[in-house]
Each structure stands twice: as structure tokens, then as C-alpha cells.
T-cell receptor, first 114, second 113 residues
């Protein structure tokens, strides 16, 4: 079946550091890829999506580029802030129709004071 | 836009009791999803409705779990004879039919003693 792998369970970094969270996927078809962010006590919030190879999604300073060749959709942010403290989930789903999302295991981002 | 509404936010049941969780999707969204979130298993898909019709329940445990969507404004997830391993946050999400992002509610935290 389809699957999403996030290798980092937790990332601690200083404020204003560059953030990268790795996401790789395995799918039988050509999926849409998503990033969600979850704050304590809340449900996951949609961050952005990409549906085609080489398409870049972005929101709130975060971005990721769909790479079909390496089956990746890595999340990046140039300068992390304290308010970015949350758990980030990569997910895949159908491109054209509403469908169940398959989520990665999540990556907790912990910004520390410099 | 009120977003997806889930009630109750917290529910505590004794082992063997029944739990019913409610979800009100965003108005105009015709696809409704249920997920379960635990520390160990993460976010798991349970079931999905399209225009109130059940489409995919491949993630639902075959016994004790059932879901319904009697009208376009609400869906329920019922767990009979709850067990401690059912303790989790149950999340409801809705989306438009044409794919795209799902919008999640705040979840119901179920604790089975």
C-alpha cells in the first residue's frame, strides 16, 4: 500500500535557523502531496499541497517541491521562529478526487532561543 | 465559517460502555472523513463518506466500530463495548469532492478506563 516516511521524529534548532524536514513517499499511482501542521490540542491544519512533478507549494514561509524522481516532498523554511513550534505531517492522497490521506509519522519542531 | 465541529471534546467511558462521537462538517463540503490519532500508531484513516454515502471503511476495526451520516450536516462514529485500546483522539475532516485539502476538527479525546 501507499506510505509516507518522515525520518526525523524531532528537530531542535535555534530561532532563525534554516529548517528542513524530510518526506519521502511510496505510491502505486501519481498522488497529490500535502503538508499539515498540528498545534497542541488542535486538529491538523492544512499548510499547502502540490499535485504535479516539480510543482512548488508554499505558505507562511514554508515551502516544498514535488519531486517524482526522488519521490520526495521535503519541507523547508529559511528562518524558523518560536511560533513554528508544532508537529508537521507530510501526507499523500488522490489528485483528482476526495480520498483518504496517508500520513507520515510526524516531525516535532522545537525552536530554541539562540 | 465555523470550521469542522466535533462534540464532545473529551469523553471518558468505562470498559464495555458505548461511546458516540459527533461531527458537523463545513457547510458545502460533501466528503467527510474519520481518523484516529494515537502516540503509537499516529494518524490512521478509519472511514469516508461522499454525499452521505459510505465509500471506504477499510480502516475501521471490523467489530464494535460503526459510522453513519444521516444527513449532510452531521456524521457519527459509534464504538460499542469500548476497550482501553480504543483510547485515542478521534478526528473528523471534511473537504470538497474534487479533491484537495481536508479541514480537520479539533478532535474528540476518548479515554476508556
Amino acid at each position: 500500500g501507499d506510505s509516507v516516511t518522515q525520518t526525523e521524529g524531532q528537530v531542535a534548532l535555534s530561532e532563525e535557523d534554516f529548517l528542513t524536514i524530510h518526506c519521502n513517499y511510496s505510491a502505486s499511482g501519481y498522488p497529490a502531496l500535502f503538508w499539515y501542521v498540528q498545534y497542541p490540542g488542535e486538529g491538523p491544519q492544512f499548510l499547502f499541497r502540490a499535485s504535479r512533478d516539480k510543482e512548488k507549494g508554499s505558505s507562511r514561509g514554508f515551502e516544498a517541491t514535488y519531486d517524482k524522481g526522488t519521490t520526495s516532498f521535503h519541507l523547508r523554511k529559511a528562518s524558523v521562529q518560536e511560533s513554528d513550534s508544532a508537529v508537521y505531517y507530510c501526507a499523500l492522497g488522490d489528485r483528482g478526487f476526495a480520498s483518504a490521506l496517508t500520513f507520515g509519522s510526524g516531525t516535532k519542531v522545537i525552536p530554541c532561543l539562540p | 465559517n465555523a470550521g469542522v465541529i466535533q462534540t464532545p471534546r473529551h469523553k471518558v467511558t468505562g470498559k464495555g460502555q458505548e461511546a458516540t462521537l459527533w461531527c458537523e462538517p463545513i457547510s458545502g463540503h460533501s466528503a467527510v472523513f474519520w481518523y484516529r490519532q494515537t502516540i503509537v500508531q499516529g494518524l490512521e484513516f478509519l472511514t469516508y463518506f461522499r454525499n452521505q454515502a459510505p465509500i471506504d471503511d477499510s480502516g475501521m476495526p471490523k467489530e464494535r466500530f460503526s459510522a453513519q451520516m444521516p444527513n449532510q450536516s452531521h456524521s457519527t462514529l459509534k464504538i460499542q463495548s469500548t476497550q482501553p485500546q480504543d483510547s485515542a483522539v478521534y478526528l473528523c475532516a471534511s473537504s470538497r469532492l474534487g479533491g484537495g485539502e481536508q479541514y480537520f476538527g479539533p478532535g474528540t479525546r476518548l479515554t476508556v478506563l
